[in-house]
């Protein structure tokens, strides 16, 4: 079974027998945006998108202003974020603001000061990539420093709150209380396809991603909506020294497909079945469905169970949707990783996110095909152990 | 005086009355992409480019195909630089691509093991993005290590040699003469509209970036060409960590542009008038001789003198054009940038490049009112001196 379709898709990272889920790569929506046709698509002509600059008024001088003002509508529209006085700054993906949010909040006000390293933390389990992003270059400015619940040192230190959590789902507040420390909010996943939003988030420092929020995951389009003009100015600087800025044609792009998406959502020139979020929602909903169902009488393994809140966005009782199922292992089996990838199942491990290996989280972004020989798979090995 | 024309374009740094060239935004090319109409142009659907991944066999899983032929394709074409058995990486610009090379460089193979940061030098004057880069955030691998001519220590060490070198177009080879060190060749600028091509580069890693070879400075796409493998890797690593990848759009068109650019240069049903760089060299070569003409009998300032070489690609004995042009003040005034400063020119001084004050670095890829006001502001700058 070939998972390349020859109609212009790409192949994705699993071989004709092995399902490899250890990313989330978001195809799970292309067939929307398939649908959408003319209405999504972008021309861009040779002359235009050259330069550097694009907003030279602006803290953020790399930023197309149609991209801002499409981030902003959107909020808006859906809701889950406050956007008035915030500046926005554009990355190349989330992973990038992350990391310029990091320098912001730890570069010395004057040159030539030498302090300790500060930590940054997060609650187990906890987004695989923080501990790598962190330490990649060894830097004398931060360091990782593992699990917030278990963080106890004075001083200075950055806590990263993801809600909706990556890996598990779960929603998440700060942990940490010490009057020394600051917040980053990763709300890549705080979208109606995957969450009731209960308010809009109203926070110092608000990650998001396209890859999560469109699908769109190639453009490496992300956004921070930031309180403070001093740290927006010195996230802005770390991107204009480490890569002078952020695709235009990416940005011009993600303009338009957010522009499609909130003019579906308030019925814009558009049927009701255009609304981006219903469609992802109805999706997600199918697949949790499947999952669940797959798994109800399994004795090898079991998934959280989440409460059901209020949409401000959908306005009904909203099941949580999770872009990633945590599953875990029971009857003593130790290593879910090791488990599954016996079944030709490759998901990340749990000790990746600073959790037990009984856990092993898997993208339940991935195309159709793939996702139905999850489940094929994932049956035939309650089959096997019921048959014990 | 405005600078911003109505028709589509961006403004540029400069007020009605300050011409700003600290940067070297190559808007210069833009007519060049504007004729060019349709053949240049790129449509994007909705549904297209959306997956993280390329070409999962790759060692660069993010690289286009695409983009990876184009690039072999225009280096064959211009004959500057070796791609047979070299691997392509793709960066956001060729910025994130030289702290890619500088952690394949210095990322020790075991975990757990502490060495010295390892210095980066260059041979003064060096681009003012160096040191900024290499010291942004206080890496345990690396650290800026100044003026490649006088360094001396012993141990490892990286030497980037820029050529033509930024900012004062001379070509360079590498100076520090040790076992233990690598290099890397930023060949940004190895193009025959600024320099004859004589060979074709063959090191072990060459930076190569789309904004000064067709003026996409936008799109932020660099490319790498690696002789080893496993820096490759080490390369491909740093970027999925800190970005996940590259913007495909920007892949997408850059492959377009690239592909215009050959055909153009290869006469592929294309007017002779359609070679890019003979219309770029054109472009810079008229403006060499109106800025040496304004300079000529000036009593404040002084240029280079370059030797002409021949050049493979156009055949002909070429006069070097740099992309700047380096000023040098005479006359005992101490400061070129302050000096220019109060002719309303804004430049980059010399100290930046870690070089003598009585230095300026002026941008010639401004559009050409902006460069005109530049020849005008010269003149006038004559005028005064002589008149005293």
Same mark, same amino acid.
């Given at each position: 079974?070939?998972? %390349? ?8 990272? #699993?071989?004709?027998? !092995?399902?490899a ?16 046709? /003319?209405k999504?698509?972008? !021309? ?16 953020? @001088? ?14 808006? !529209? ?6 008035? $006085? ?9 992973t ?16 030539g +000061?030498?302090?300790?390293? +500060? ?18 270059? =060894? #830097?004398?400015?931060?360091? @990782? ?6 963080f $106890?040192? $004075?001083?200075?230190?950055?806590? !990263?709150?993801?809600?909706? &959590? ?44 396209? #890859? ?9 389009i992300? @956004? ?5 003009? /001093? ?15 952020? %695709? ?14 909130? /003019? ?10 255009? &609304?981006?979020?219903?469609?992802a929602?109805?999706?997600? #909903?199918?697949? @949790? ?77 991935? =195309?159709e ?16 152990? &019921?048959? &014990?």
């Amino acid at each position: 079974r070939s998972l %390349s379709s020859t109609n212009g898709t790409r192949p994705t990272l #699993s071989s004709n027998s !092995v399902l490899a889920l250890t990313t989330g790569d978001p195809t799970v929506f292309q067939p929307f945006w398939r649908k959408m046709g /003319d209405k999504s698509k972008v !021309v861009i002509d040779g002359g235009e998108l050259m330069s550097y600059f694009s907003d030279v008024g602006n803290v953020c @001088w790399f930023l197309e202003p149609e991209l801002g003002d499409a981030i902003r509508r959107l909020h808006r !529209v859906v809701g889950n974020a406050v956007t008035e $006085d915030r500046h926005i700054v554009v990355g190349t993906g989330s992973t990038q603001l992350f990391q310029a949010a990091l320098y912001a909040l730890t570069i010395p006000a004057a040159a030539g +000061v030498e302090l300790e390293p +500060v930590s940054v933390v997060s609650s187990a389990p906890y987004y695989s990539s923080y501990p790598e992003v962190v330490d990649c270059l =060894r #830097s004398g400015l931060y360091k @990782w420093g593992g699990d917030a619940c278990s963080f $106890d040192k $004075d001083g200075p230190y950055i806590e !990263v709150v993801n809600s909706p &959590n990556n890996p598990d789902g779960t929603l998440r507040e700060s942990v940490v209380k010490s009057g020394q420390g600051n917040v980053i909010y990763d709300l890549a996943y705080y979208w109606p396809q995957y969450t009731a939003i209960t308010s809009a988030a109203d926070h110092d420092i608000m990650l998001f991603t396209c #890859s999560k929020c469109t699908g769109h995951a190639g453009s490496r389009i992300g @956004w921070a909506l930031v309180k403070d003009k /001093d740290i927006a100015k010195k996230m802005t600087q770390y991107i204009t020294i480490t890569s002078i800025g952020v %695709s235009k044609e990416s940005q011009f792009r993600t303009a338009k497909i957010m522009g499609v998406i909130c /003019d579906g959502c308030q019925n814009v020139g558009s049927a009701e079945s255009e &609304n981006f979020f219903e469609y992802a929602r109805e999706l997600m #909903s199918k697949r @949790w469905q499947k999952l669940r169902e797959a798994l109800q009488h399994s004795k090898c393994l079991s998934l959280f169970k989440y409460p059901r809140e209020r949409c401000l966005f959908t306005g009904e009782l909203n099941e949580r949707l999770p872009a990633f199922a945590w599953l875990e292992c029971k009857e003593g089996i130790k290593d879910c990783e090791e488990f599954l990838r016996g079944f030709d199942i490759v998901g990340r491990g749990g000790k990746a996110f600073g959790a037990d290996p009984k856990f092993t989280r898997i993208s339940l972004l991935c =195309r159709e095909e793939d996702f139905n020989g999850v489940i094929e798979r994932l049956l035939a090995i309650k089959g096997i152990r &019921n048959g &014990n």
